[in-house]
Structure formats: structure tokens, C-alpha cells
């Protein structure tokens, strides 16, 4: 499967954004996927992840109650709601899918190119 996030942007601290994750067949709907990001000098970290229907989902502790991630297969997509953006939010971010549900691991499959999220103070 393949995957294209878009949506981020440069944002206040406080605001909001919200990406998607697109991908481009319908075997979207047998993955677990989830995002991603990357912020300069910095390793890759798990944000947030979904099941394949959606059922189970988690969050990186820095993230919770702030961010909501969801899906809906029949459009293929993936999207990811970021409120109350906070400075130390600032990254590229990225989804991924893998086959089976994998919280708070980068270990997954099929990567999509990175969409760049600044949040300004």
C-alpha cells in the first residue's frame, strides 16, 4: 500500500491542524497504521496509532487529550486532529501502515513521505 500525508502547515501554539494520510488502494483497510514524527536533531517517534477498523487506538503520553486519531476505509484515508499545537509539537510528520496493530514502536512497513508541521510561540 501506499501512503501521502499531507496537511501540515505553520501554526500558532494553540491552534490547530489536522492531517490525512491517503492511501492508494483499498487493502488500506488491512492495516494497522499510525503517525509519526521527526523534529530536527531528533529520532523518529510513535504519536499515535489505530487498529485496522479502527477499535483500538493509542497515543504518545505528549499527545493525549490533544490529538484524535481516526479512519474511515471506504475513503482510504487516515486523518489525524491536533489541537492546542504546542511549540515542542514542531516536526515532520508521517504516517505508516503494518498488518498488525503496533502502539509506540516506528517498526512498520509502508512509510509515507513526511508532511511538515511548525507550531510558532
Known amino acids: 500500500v501506499q501512503l501521502q500525508a499531507s496537511g501540515g502547515g505553520l501554526v500558532q501554539a494553540g491552534g490547530s491542524l489536522r492531517l490525512s494520510c491517503a492511501a492508494s488502494?483499498?487493502?488500506?483497510?488491512?492495516?494497522?497504521v499510525g503517525w509519526f514524527r521527526q523534529a530536527p536533531g531528533k529520532e523518529r517517534e510513535p504519536v499515535a496509532a489505530i487498529s485496522w477498523n479502527g477499535g483500538r487506538v493509542d497515543y504518545a503520553d505528549s499527545v493525549k487529550g490533544r490529538f484524535t486519531i481516526f479512519r474511515d476505509n471506504a475513503q482510504k484515508t487516515m486523518w489525524m486532529q491536533m489541537n492546542s499545537l504546542k511549540p515542542e509539537d514542531t516536526a515532520v510528520y508521517y504516517c505508516?501502515?503494518?498488518?498488525?496493530?503496533?502502539?509506540?514502536?516506528?517498526?512498520?512497513?509502508?512509510w509515507g513521505q513526511g508532511t511538515l508541521v511548525t507550531v510558532s510561540s
Open positions: 488502494d483499498a487493502t488500506f483497510g488491512d492495516y494497522a
Open positions: 505508516a501502515a503494518t498488518q498488525y496493530y503496533s502502539p509506540h514502536t516506528t517498526k512498520y512497513h509502508y
